[in-house]
T-cell receptor
Framework: DAMVIQNPRYQVTQFGKPVTLSCSQT?????MYWYQQKSSQAPKLLFH???????NEADTPDNFQSRRPNTSFCFLDIRSPGLGDAAMYLC??????????????FGSGTQLSVL | AQKITQTQPGMFVQEKEAVTLDCTYD???????LFWYKQPSSGEMIFLIY??????QNATEGRYSLNFQKARKSANLVISASQLGDSAMYFC???????????FGSGTQLTVLP
């Protein structure tokens, strides 16, 4: 089945140690998103790629970076994780046809713990 | 700027009963979309239902229906015949034609009681 896949499901890192989360999709969608969701809170958009065009949210910390080497894969890099970066990270995709009816398809998320 | 408000942090419903989850929104954009997603404890966000701002009829998808009241800027989710598997966090979200992103509300934790 076509889907959005996130690996790993759980990731533990140390304070200040760089970590990379990965997302892949078989939907051939143009847009890929990264959301951060802290416990009992709404998901918050960090950035998204429309094809190769990177779009950063104004309040996303510089500590967060992203790479999209091809249509299928997108990575979230956290350069120096702090305790406050512990969260669920959700990857999502959409077709990119535009319009308010564009549905997002989500992966299962990666739960990041920072020790 | 757009805003989504879910005023019910938690709701309980008896199995087989109907439940309404509230959502209000605020935007000055005339073209927008409203979504409901379900997030079980496993973490994935599951799309449930969509309503467009210009849609004349309320959206329905199986046991899910959306009570869209445009003048009141509300988009409540109605789940009929609740099942134990409906226990999850439910998020209301909005998209605008002018921006490629979803803005989420704070969510409602629904618990279905046997």
């Amino acid at each position: 089945d076509a889907m959005v896949i996130q690996n790993p499901r759980y990731q533990v890192t140390q304070f200040g140690k760089p970590v990379t989360l990965s997302c892949s999709q078989t939907l051939n969608h143009n847009v890929m998103y990264w959301y951060q969701q802290k416990s009992s809170q709404a998901p918050k958009l960090l950035f998204h790629y429309y094809d190769k065009d990177f779009n950063n949210e104004a309040d996303t910390p510089d500590n967060f970076q992203s790479r999209r080497p091809n249509t299928s894969f997108c990575f979230l890099d956290i350069r120096s994780p702090g305790l406050g970066d512990a969260a669920m990270y959700l990857c999502a995709t959409s077709k990119g046809t535009g319009g308010p009816n564009e549905k997002l398809f989500f992966g299962s998320g990666t739960q990041l713990s920072v020790l | 700027a757009q805003k989504i408000t879910q005023t019910q942090p938690g709701m309980f419903v008896q199995e087989k009963e109907a439940v309404t989850l509230d959502c209000t929104y605020d935007t000055s954009d005339p073209s927008y979309g409203l979504f409901w997603y379900k997030q079980p404890s496993s973490g994935e966000m599951i799309f449930l239902i969509y309503q467009g701002s210009y849609d004349q009829q309320n959206a329905t998808e199986g046991r899910y229906s959306l009570n869209f009241q445009k003048a009141r800027k509300s988009a409540n989710l109605v789940i009929s015949a609740s099942q134990l598997g409906d226990s999850a966090m439910y998020f209301c979200a909005m998209s605008l034609s002018s921006a490629r992103q979803l803005t989420f509300g704070s969510g409602t934790q629904l618990t279905v009681l046997p």
